[in-house]
């Protein structure tokens, strides 16, 4: 009975309890309007703004010819959403061309047990409105 009680004890704990997404991830996309690009994610979690299997992270998307794209995102468990803007020069994200954009992505671990992840964005003013596909895996 007490091995029982023990087991069902770590599998709540386990189940409220995320996964930490922080990371570099290697990237390879495809976006509407660009095409086939390449870029890094950087996520780092927020543990004063981070509770059971709710995280927040600081995200920055390296892209080589683009630029830094700066944001954040909000997880529960192995799903996240995440906001992102190109900043300009004058301090304003996302300026005169609207590149910002929201992601949704879902992590899993690989067959190698890196983690990874899937997103898909929206840039509803990039371009008259633009979407994409990034996979990413955790070096």
Do not use: W
């Not at 709540?12 to 086939?36: F, N």
């Not at 803007?85 to 190698?112: C, H, Q, R, V």
């Amino acid at each position: 009975m007490k091995c029982l009680a023990t087991l069902l004890m770590c599998l709540i704990t386990t189940s409220v309890y995320a996964l930490d997404l922080s990371g570099v991830y290697d990237c390879r996309g495809e976006d509407a309007h660009e095409g086939e690009y390449t870029g890094i994610v950087t996520m780092k979690l927020r543990k004063e703004h981070s509770k059971g299997a709710d995280s927040s992270y600081d995200f920055q998307l390296e892209v080589p010819n683009y630029g830094i794209y700066k944001g954040h995102a909000a997880a529960h468990g192995m799903h996240a959403a995440m906001h992102f803007a190109l900043p300009m020069e004058n301090g304003e994200y996302g300026g005169k061309t609207g590149d910002f954009g929201t992601g949704i992505a879902e992590f899993k671990k690989g067959t190698d047990g890196r983690l990874m992840f899937r997103k898909f964005y929206f840039e509803p003013a990039f371009k008259g409105g633009n979407t994409g596909v990034e996979e990413c895996v955790r070096r």
